[in-house]
């Protein structure tokens, strides 16, 4: 009888234990935190950067380092990634800003991807049933590195939704950050370089690389809507 009763808690212990661990309940825990982090970023409002300006007390490589996590953790949580890149380019200039924006670009899909892959991956996998989803997903886990260098080249897709696609999927870790790091540079730059040349709105170096912004903008939303038509003839 000692036995019995002693079994007893055991069994719920385990079965609790299982709950708390089972696909459903991390793929809540990961919901909640995106929601938390979206709650942060409203109400502290990390983009004042952009108008507020770095801590004078902090300076030279240390700041780099300092503003490449802060960017980390608010692309993981949802802050748009152009204003970080002005930003990066405004406080730091071309090359200190690129160095610390793509850095940051990674660090924060790195973040996006362990959270998604760790909680997130077995729950959404079963629920990769329809016809894109299932070419997506052998798109990302047959050809990581090519496919995820064309979403980061193309300034269609979202960074936030391309982290966690690539998560589900069976893509290994080191094609997507190298992926990530490489395809970020070109539009990155572009956005750094008009951060640091804003003070001086005509110059030839500012006027490229917003020229390169709206070029890549007006492009990404002729493929979208070419594609968008194209499935649309398809079905």
Known sequence: MFETATARPQGLAVRCTRALLSPWSRLSLLVVLLAAAGTCVLLFEP????????????????????????????????????????????LFGSQAGLAAAIA???????????????????????????????????QFSRHGFRSMLAVRLFPGVPFAAANYCAAVSRMGWLPFLVATGLGSIP??????????????????????????????????????WFKRHHFRGAR
């Open 47 to 90: 983009q004042r950067i952009l108008s507020d300006g770095w801590p004078a007390r902090l300076g030279g490589a240390t700041a780099v380092a300092l503003f490449a996590v802060a960017y980390g953790a608010c692309t993981a949580a949802f802050v748009p990634r152009p204003l970080l890149n002005l930003a990066a380019g405004a």
């Open 104 to 138: 940051g670009t990674v660090l924060g899909a790195g973040i996006a991807f362990g959270l998604g892959r760790t909680l997130g991956q077995d729950a959404l996998r079963p629920l990769l049933r329809g016809r894109w989803l299932k070419a997506a997903d052998g």
């Open 187 to 224: 539009n990155t730059a572009a956005y750094v370089i008009a951060g640091a040349r804003a003070s001086t709105p005509t110059s030839p170096v500012f006027l490229i690389a917003m020229g390169f912004i709206a070029v890549t903008g007006l492009a990404g939303a002729a493929v979208a």
